[in-house]
């Protein structure tokens, strides 16, 4: 029942946690400098001097993109770890069939009652 308790309290925290960063924007983000990325090495116009400091400034764009995301990441699973220091069981709840379709309805049904709620606050 605990782990239960803590699956629960722990999805809707990782929730608005990546609602606040912002972390689907921040996908978008390393994704559009990709494709930028790619785009470049297609035209055969622009000088190589252009194409190297266009290059560097994407690199450097993308590393920054890239460290947050791991950030993020690594903050979510230090959550985990630590909820699994209260529950010896919880991370096996989590990796289980049973404890992914139960996050997911945990998850959509928050995202669907959020969604209501701020409905009717505008």
Known sequence: MINHILLISSSVII???????????????????????????????VSDFRKEKLILNYSKSLFVSSVKIFLILVSILTVMYILNLLSQSFLNLIISVFGIIELS????????????????LY
């Not at 608005?16 to 494709?35: A, G, P, R, S």
């Open 15 to 45: 929730y608005e946690f990546l609602k606040y960063i912002k972390f689907i924007d921040l996908i978008k983000l390393n994704l559009k400098i990709y494709q930028k990325i790619i785009r470049l090495f297609k035209f055969k116009n």
């Open 105 to 120: 309805i945990v998850v959509i049904i928050y995202h669907q009652f959020r969604k209501k709620i701020s409905a009717k």
